[in-house]
């Protein structure tokens, strides 16, 4: 493989479990609210939010209108999960004590996925590491501030007013970085953003294979990983 420069990770689902991170906040929530909970009601928490995310579009990022309303669409996300909370559970009086707890646990330090503290440990040392996001600025800047040391930089895209897979992210990454894509390599689990985006502006590309997709015959990659750590056998 090519020599980089640059590694340039996700955060979501990539370095991070969001999915337990999510269903921390959703425990903070309830508890928050006064109300006792069982681990079925986190597990229906989740799946609505997973279904929700879907229905709001979020998921096809590849569509200009939906890049254009990203960062909005988000915040009805988060305000859609806690009216499902409330209808489902009723949290009450204790509905706004709830929402704080939710947004604010999510801004917590994250959990990272399993092997990333060793892959970061090894990695740091030979390249200069990023993390590129779509996500809102305050969320992640607390979900990242265990790890922030080690990036030299971390591009959120509230911050940018972009979002990935736009070819201008991409553009303002290598700009700031002030180097060439083919200096770079992404390592993202999402095809539709980490995968197209590189592709876009011919930044290679690592897909963190996670869940069941198959490769599109028109997206390329330099390798397909199931686990974190096969990247430093690469």
Wanted: hydrophobic share 45%.
């Amino acid at each position: 493989m090519a020599q980089y420069d640059y590694l340039i990770f996700d955060a979501d689902h990539t370095l991070i479990d969001f999915d337990e991170d999510e269903r921390r906040a959703f425990r903070a929530a309830f508890r928050s609210a006064g109300k006792a909970y069982t681990e079925e009601w986190i597990e229906e928490c989740w799946r609505f939010s997973a279904q929700n995310w879907a229905d709001l579009g979020l998921t096809e990022v590849h569509l200009p209108d939906t890049r254009a309303r990203y960062h909005a669409l988000y915040y009805d996300h988060v305000r859609a999960i806690l009216d499902f909370m409330d209808a489902s559970f009723g949290l009450g009086e204790g509905r706004e004590r709830a929402s704080r707890a939710f947004s604010e646990t999510l801004a917590r330090p994250a959990h990272l996925v399993d092997g990333a503290q060793e892959v970061l440990d090894a990695l740091g040392k030979r390249y200069r590491l990023c993390i590129a996001t779509n996500g809102l600025s305050a969320m992640q800047a607390g979900r990242l501030s265990d790890v922030r040391s080690r990036f030299a930089h971390v591009f959120v895209s509230e911050e940018m007013g972009l979002v990935k897979p736009d070819v201008g992210f991409f553009r303002h990454v290598l700009a700031v970085l002030g180097t060439t894509a083919e200096r770079c390599l992404m390592i993202g689990d999402s095809l539709s953003s980490d995968v197209a985006g590189a592709n876009a502006v011919g930044m290679d590309c690592v897909w963190f294979h996670r869940r069941q997709e198959s490769l599109p015959p028109d997206l390329r990659v330099k390798a397909v990983i199931s686990d974190l750590r096969e990247l430093l056998s690469i």
